[in-house]
């Protein structure tokens, strides 16, 4: 079975647009098969926008696994962040350059897999994590975004219950010195990570 975070190129037959209204803001995304969540805008991204609090204007946001870029896009433009998209699928990250530019918002891209290829520091990491990669890929990530947030940054981190949601809090506690939960319900947990 191909999963989101392979780059396929072979399954890019359907290129469509999915329409998001969030913040009384419409955003448009462009999609298209084998990328994650390619017919409409996943629904734990959008309780994970929902529910960060505000962000500082020009401080630095990586969207770490950004697929077609919802999470990165949607915050530069309420909050005027600084925005750097990751993803190790190419494809995904070229989608979410295009919809960059179709929503009116600078980003830099970095083809990476997790923190391989990222050096710089930041005041907010977002992840909607891959959790069919499995338990080693994801708290790799954790550790990286622990590594890659600058004192006073934030992780914000989307898990369900039923995909091991209690477990990675427990990973989270191990890495971070304070795990917030933002969110609870459903069967969704939004955490805020932080180094005190």
Request: proline share 3%; with cysteine; net charge negative.
């Amino acid at each position: 079975m191909s999963h989101y975070f392979i780059e396929n190129t072979d399954l890019l037959t359907h290129e469509r647009i999915l329409p998001l209204m969030i913040f009384n803001e419409h955003f448009r995304f462009l999609s298209n098969n084998g990328l994650f969540s390619c017919d409409r805008v996943d629904g734990a991204s959008i309780l994970l926008l929902e529910h960060i609090p505000g962000l500082l204007a020009g401080e630095r946001l990586l969207d770490l696994g950004c697929g077609y870029g919802v999470l990165g896009i949607v915050l530069a433009r309420k909050y005027g962040v600084d925005l750097t998209f990751s993803d190790v699928n190419g494809v995904a990250l070229a989608y979410a350059t295009r919809n960059a530019a179709l929503n009116d918002v600078a980003a830099k891209a970095v083809h990476s897999d997790g923190f391989d290829g990222i050096s710089d520091m930041f005041r907010y990491i977002t992840l909607n994590p891959p959790i069919h990669a499995g338990k080693d890929v994801m708290y790799r990530l954790y550790e990286g975004a622990a590594m890659h947030l600058l004192p006073e940054g934030t992780f914000y981190v989307i898990i369900q219950k039923k995909h091991g949601a209690e477990s990675s809090m427990k990973k989270l506690l191990e890495i971070f010195s304070a795990v917030d939960v933002l969110y609870k319900r459903r069967g969704y947990f939004v955490l805020a990570c932080r180094h005190l």
